[in-house]
Antibody, heavy 120, light 108 residues
């Protein structure tokens, strides 16, 4: 069974940093692209970032480009999102989602999300 | 950036009804790389359809997707109580891989 467990969320002040992690199990992690999608309270889904299976291709939303960095460690079955220079508008539940295959960028399986709150 | 528009914003329907949801793109979606998701309150999204018309694993055939270019449709043939939710489309043909704003289907 595919499992994705996000961690690392919490309360941070504007301008601060957080690192989110997503631990994967139940599938061969290194074979699949991975994605981060967020959802602000009461709002819709917003795609944040995607990374191909071997990290050769990385994509970011304009709203986070230059502030967020996605990475993965296939040996540890883990996906990461380093978030710097955080703003109030980054407050959201952050989901990690597995792609369909190596270079697909829609979420087939999703974690339950981790809440990031940016507030002073 | 491809902007996706979903209409209507909210639909109030009764169980048993057929529903058609629209997703319109500001420019042509490469290779019909469009997905549909369902999300219920407090839950993560669930993939329903990918590549515009292919049902995801374990998705019942009451859900169907169609379309190409800039116009896409998700149809639920007969609404059941568990289908009342928010539905999102997402294009993944060109980065940024944008979502539409969602259509809420609620009980009349």
């Amino acid at each position: 069974e595919v499992q994705l467990v996000e961690s690392g969320g919490g309360l941070v002040k504007p301008g601060g940093s957080l690192r989110l992690s997503c631990l994967a199990s139940g599938f061969t992690f290194s074979h699949y692209s991975m994605n981060w999608v967020r959802q602000a309270p009461g709002k819709g889904l917003e795609w944040v970032s995607s990374i191909s299976s071997s990290s050769n291709f990385i994509y970011y939303a304009d709203s986070v480009k230059g502030r967020f960095t996605v990475s993965r460690d296939n040996a540890k079955n883990s996906l990461y999102l380093q978030m710097d220079s955080l703003k109030a508008e980054d407050t959201a539940v952050y989901y990690c989602a597995r792609g369909q295959y190596s270079g697909s960028y829609y979420g087939v399986s999703w974690g339950q999300g981790t809440l990031v709150t940016v507030s002073s | 950036e491809i902007v996706l528009t979903q209409s209507p914003g909210t639909l109030s329907l009764s169980p048993g009804e057929r529903v058609t949801l629209s997703c319109r793109a500001s420019q042509s979606v490469t290779s019909s790389y469009l997905a549909w998701f369902q999300q219920k309150p407090g839950q993560a999204p669930r993939l329903l359809i990918y590549d515009a018309s292919t049902r995801a694993t374990a998705i019942p055939d009451k859900f169907s997707g169609s379309g190409s270019g800039t116009d896409f449709t998700l149809t639920i043939s007969r609404l059941e109580p568990e289908d009342f939710a928010v539905y999102y489309c997402q294009q993944y043909g060109n980065s940024p891989f944008t979502f539409g704003p969602g259509t809420k289907v609620d009980i009349k």
